[in-house]
Nanobody, 124 residues
């Protein structure tokens, strides 16, 4: 089992920045690929960013490319999502997810474990 706890969400004005963190416990964190997803009210959970187990590969949704950066610190069992130039359309609950695998993964069904989510609200 892997337990995931997100933090760092909040209310920010458009153009601002936030850094989300996801702390993992349980099995060997470095063996897991990690991802961030988000879900706005009434919408499906969408892919945001993914990072491979070794940080060698990252991948982003087109809507956040150039603004968001995913990273991980395997020594701290933590994955991060730095969000810059935030827009009102980025408002959502953000979830981190873990996949027992080496590469990057883009679909919710590919992930084995999920956190409870953290709310990000961007005001205009």
């Amino acid at each position: 089992q892997v337990q995931l706890v997100e933090s760092g969400g909040g209310l920010v004005q458009a153009g601002g920045s936030l850094r989300l963190s996801c702390a993992a416990s349980g099995r060997i964190f470095s063996s897991y690929a990690m991802g961030w997803f988000r879900q706005a009210p009434g919408k499906e959970r969408d892919f945001v960013a993914a990072i491979s187990w070794s940080s060698g590969n990252t991948y982003y949704a087109d809507s956040v490319k150039g603004r968001f950066t995913i990273s991980r610190d395997n020594a701290k069992n933590t994955v991060y999502l730095l969000m810059n130039s935030l827009k009102p359309e980025d408002t959502a609950v953000y979830y981190c997810a873990a996949k027992n695998g080496r590469w990057t993964y883009f679909y919710t069904g590919q992930y084995d474990y999920w956190g409870q989510g953290t709310q990000v609200t961007v005001s205009s």
